[in-house]
């Protein structure tokens, strides 16, 4: 009897690796068929005394994003705005550092941004910009229309889902502030490097102006000898 139960539990073994590989397949497959909304995502340099634009087709009542930082330049802030088709201005911030703006499309057609420097004369901007279109498509068929709770494997694809769109917009956050940093930390650099080389000249003009002065003091002044006349 003891022989004839391990086939069993060899077999009931077997059994759970296929279930626990398929599984894994299927959290998988849930994981990269979600997908993020349409639109761009981008860092560009806007020169000083310019305006630079954007456009995107947006249809009727989809919704809209737009997430924006200055990265380096001047003061860190930038004037933006955003138009609809019509040409009406339906959000505008004049020197920003960073700002976030939703809106839902109430006119179909395109809609254009502008990040503008023209307040500046010398200052060089780096703007970064997030501009997402509609809503973002669910993880799993039918979510939103369910009856049903989840499962347990639909509950984990959900949970790892969220946790990593927070680890992508942590590591956003983290890269632009680590490129902003960077950008600090090299101005600051530079400033130091031309304030050193500043103080050793003065130094070195001081220095030898105190040695002529001293040699000065020390020098003796012969008189010119007198002619004598008869």
Same mark, same amino acid.
């Given at each position: 009897?003891g022989?004839?139960?391990?086939?069993?539990?060899?077999?009931?073994a077997?059994?759970?690796?296929?279930?626990?590989?398929?599984?894994?397949?299927?959290?998988?497959?849930?994981?990269?068929?979600?997908?993020?909304? @349409?639109?761009?995502?981008l860092?560009?340099?806007?020169?000083?005394?310019?305006?630079?634009?954007?456009?995107?087709?947006?249809?009727?009542?989809v @919704?809209?994003?737009?997430?924006?930082?200055? =990265?380096?330049?001047?003061?860190?802030?930038?004037?933006c705005?955003?138009?609809?088709?019509?040409?009406?201005? =339906?959000?505008?911030e004049?020197?920003?550092?960073?700002?976030?703006?939703?809106?839902?499309?109430?006119?179909?057609?395109?809609?254009?941004?502008c990040?503008?420097?023209?307040?500046?004369?010398f200052?060089?901007k780096?703007?970064y910009?997030d501009?997402?279109?509609?809503?973002?498509?669910? =993880?799993?068929?039918?979510?939103?229309?369910?009856?049903?709770?989840?499962?347990?494997?639909?509950?984990a694809?959900?949970?790892i889902?969220?946790?990593?769109?927070?680890?992508?917009?942590s590591?956003?956050?983290?890269?632009?502030?680590?490129a902003?940093?960077r950008? @600090?930390?090299?101005?600051?650099n530079?400033?130091?490097?031309?304030?050193?080389?500043?103080?050793?000249?003065?130094?070195?003009?001081?220095?030898?102006s105190?040695?002529?002065?001293l040699?000065?003091?020390?020098?003796?002044?012969r008189?010119?000898?007198?002619?004598?006349?008869?």
């Amino acid at each position: 009897m003891g022989r004839g139960a391990a086939p069993s539990a060899s077999a009931s073994a077997s059994a759970s690796a296929p279930t626990s590989a398929s599984a894994a397949l299927l959290l998988l497959l849930l994981l990269l068929r979600a997908g993020r909304p @349409r639109g761009a995502e981008l860092t560009f340099e806007l020169p000083d005394s310019a305006r630079q634009c954007f456009h995107e087709d947006v249809d009727r009542g989809v @919704r809209f994003s737009l997430d924006y930082q200055v =990265i380096t330049g001047g003061h860190y802030d930038v004037d933006c705005y955003v138009e609809d088709p019509l040409g009406n201005t =339906i959000y505008r911030e004049t020197k920003k550092q960073y700002d976030s703006f939703t809106h839902r499309a109430e006119v179909k057609g395109v809609y254009q941004f502008c990040f503008s420097n023209e307040f500046s004369t010398f200052s060089h901007k780096t703007v970064y910009f997030d501009f997402q279109v509609g809503d973002e498509p669910p =993880i799993l068929p039918d979510m939103g229309n369910r009856v049903t709770a989840l499962t347990q494997m639909e509950s984990a694809c959900v949970t790892i889902h969220e946790a990593l769109k927070t680890v992508i917009d942590s590591q956003t956050h983290y890269r632009l502030r680590e490129a902003q940093d960077r950008a @600090r930390a090299e101005d600051l650099n530079s400033r130091v490097s031309y304030w050193s080389v500043g103080e050793t000249v003065a130094l070195f003009v001081v220095s030898f102006s105190q040695v002529l002065l001293l040699k000065s003091f020390f020098t003796e002044k012969r008189a010119s000898p007198r002619a004598v006349h008869s």
